[in-house]
């Protein structure tokens, strides 16, 4: 018998069967739609604050981004984890958490769509970023899913077409039956594996006899790298500040990562949140990029070893068979968390936003609540299907699109779109539906444009890369949105006057007043 091949699948097996119970015992609670997206708005600070940072890192952070940047700037890639660990969490709590909970509340919405629409008393702008997120999230989860397959392909040998559709299979079922609370259980649990399992990768990384230890791997790694040449200058700087700033503060406009903010309980839950998810995001961001600094002392030749395998290939060589089946597991809880917040944030565009909004507006809460589960089933599968292709493509044409860029893509899009409107819906009084529109559609043609030309013009392309872009649309949209809502119709005062009473008060006080922009307002 293979024992290491028996103990890493042990372990494997254990964590499954763990989600699956979850999803047992927690099938109960997501009987309404308030249940499946929100939890009923009642989760404690450690259960959110784990949800937050489960969600806001996935296999795209180990595989991908540890990957490509660890070895391309090496120590300076930490400052992307720091980034992610102040702005990306500590800020980001600080400024949006309780507002954005109270104004949500205040409003009875459930979505970004949701909220945008109400804020802005406009009942197209619910269609329109809706659409974006159904559309844009997609090559999101399936980086996701990328980077799981190519990690089980190197640690099990399993083609990767079986290991994606498994793990949407698993996906599936826990989300189809737990719904959010079962997410944000199985988000507690995955979270401690994942600080375990960081520490432990590592420990045993810098321990492999070609780095040599922890101090002396520090120094051995600047060595290698100023033998190879590799150091950041010129544009390089300009990519990675790029990185920090779409990883960091793009963060702030995603659907699924500010969907956290909805479903805090009250401010003492709040503060635990930001304290806790500040330093996992510091644990986990530096912890992936230390491990991916140290490709260039394990490989031979790290440049010619493929973007998204470097790291499942470093971990085959520096870790034992039983610690392996850990991070295997790390970094499967990480993608799971990612991909059921991802999936929820669609499914509810989809489901609330789209079907109920729009198709179906008297659709009962079951209803909705079914074809919620029945969309997120739905975009699993596309997700999938687009990871599967991509593998495809990158075996018969020799190249693919590297996960880093898919993941870039995606929230570059959306942070772009949404959070200009989203902010300034919180903190100005002066914000217009006719600025969230011009944020939107504009982030929109921008990214197209950009994309184009980086792809048409060879000089353009160190400068224009998918982060680097995402920056672009955010500072447009933080720039369009105050500069049009100065020279437009701003929404009632009475809504405006409501939004920033209910901003200010304790969390406990904020009752629902406004459930959706009125027809009559929708018009003017």
């Known amino acids: 018998m293979d024992w290491d091949l028996f103990l890493k699948t042990a372990i494997l097996v254990l964590y499954v069967a763990g989600m699956l119970l979850v999803a047992f ?3 109960k609670r997501a009987l309404t739609v308030g249940d ?19 969600t806001y890192f996935s296999a795209v952070i180990f595989i991908g981004y540890a990957g490509e940047q660890g070895y391309s ?7 992307i984890g720091v980034g992610n660990a102040l702005i990306g969490a500590a800020l980001a709590w600080i400024l949006l958490g309780k507002r954005t909970r109270n104004v949500t509340v205040l409003l009875g919405t459930k ?20 659409l974006v997120v159904v559309i844009f999230l997609l090559p999101y989860s399936a980086s996701v899913y990328t980077g799981l397959g190519y990690l089980f392909k190197s640690v099990f040998g399993i083609d990767f077409i079986w ?13 189809f039956f737990g719904g959010y609370f079962a997410t944000a259980v199985s988000d507690f649990a995955q979270g401690i594996i994942m600080l375990i399992g960081v520490v432990v990768m590592i420990a045993f990384v810098f321990n492999y006899e070609a780095v040599g230890g922890f101090l002396e791997g520090l120094g051995k790694i600047s060595e290698k790298r100023d033998e190879l040449g590799l150091h950041i200058s010129g544009t390089g700087i300009w990519q990675l500040i790029a990185l920090v700033l779409l990883t960091s503060v793009g963060s702030w406009g995603l659907p699924q990562i500010v969907h956290k903010f909805h479903t805090v309980k009250d401010e003492n839950a709040i503060k635990k949140a930001t304290w806790v998810s500040t330093a996992f995001a510091l644990i986990i961001g530096i912890g992936a990029y230390l491990v991916g600094c140290t490709a260039v002392l394990i490989f031979e030749n790290t440049a010619a070893v493929p973007v998204d395998q ?16 850990l991070i295997v597991v790390l970094v499967l809880s990480a993608s799971m968390s990612t991909l059921s917040g991802l999936t929820l944030s669609v499914a509810s565009a989809a489901g609330v936003d789209i079907m109920k909004g729009y198709i179906r507006k008297n659709a009962s809460d079951k209803a909705v609540n079914l074809t919620i589960k029945l969309v997120g089933v739905a975009v699993i599968a596309v997700s999938a299907a687009i990871a599967i292709y991509n593998d495809f493509y990158q075996q018969a044409n ?9 993941m870039s893509l995606s929230w570059g899009v959306l942070a772009g779109a949404f ?12 914000a217009t539906r006719a600025g969230a529109y011009v944020s939107i559609i504009g982030t929109l043609v921008i990214t197209a444009a950009l994309y184009i030309v980086s792809r048409t013009a060879p000089s353009a392309a160190a400068v224009l890369t998918p982060p680097a872009i995402g920056v672009f649309t955010m500072v447009y949209s933080m720039i369009a949105v105050p500069i049009v809502s100065r020279f437009t119709r701003r929404p009632s005062e009475a809504l405006v006057n409501s939004v920033f009473e209910a901003a200010s008060l304790p969390v406990n006080e904020v009752k629902q007043a406004v459930t959706a922009p009125s027809e009559s307002r929708s018009e003017n």
């Open 36 to 54: 499946t997206l929100l939890g009923n708005r009642n989760m404690g600070g450690w259960l959110t604050a784990f949800a937050y940072g489960t």
């Open 163 to 175: 290991v994606v559709l498994a793990m949407a299979a698993l996906t599936a079922i826990y989300l």
């Open 419 to 430: 959070i200009g409107p989203y902010i300034y819906g919180l903190y100005s009084k002066r």
């Open 111 to 130: 979505t970004m769509p949701e909220y945008f629409s109400a804020r802005y008393e406009d009942k197209y702008l619910k269609l329109i970023s809706a």
């Open 310 to 325: 470097r790291i499942p290939q470093l971990l085959s060589k520096t870790l034992p068979a039983g610690l392996l089946g």
């Open 25 to 27: 015992f927690t099938r």
């Open 398 to 406: 020799g190249r693919s699109t590297t996960i880093v860029n898919l």
């Open 73 to 79: 700037f090496g120590f300076h890639s930490l400052w």
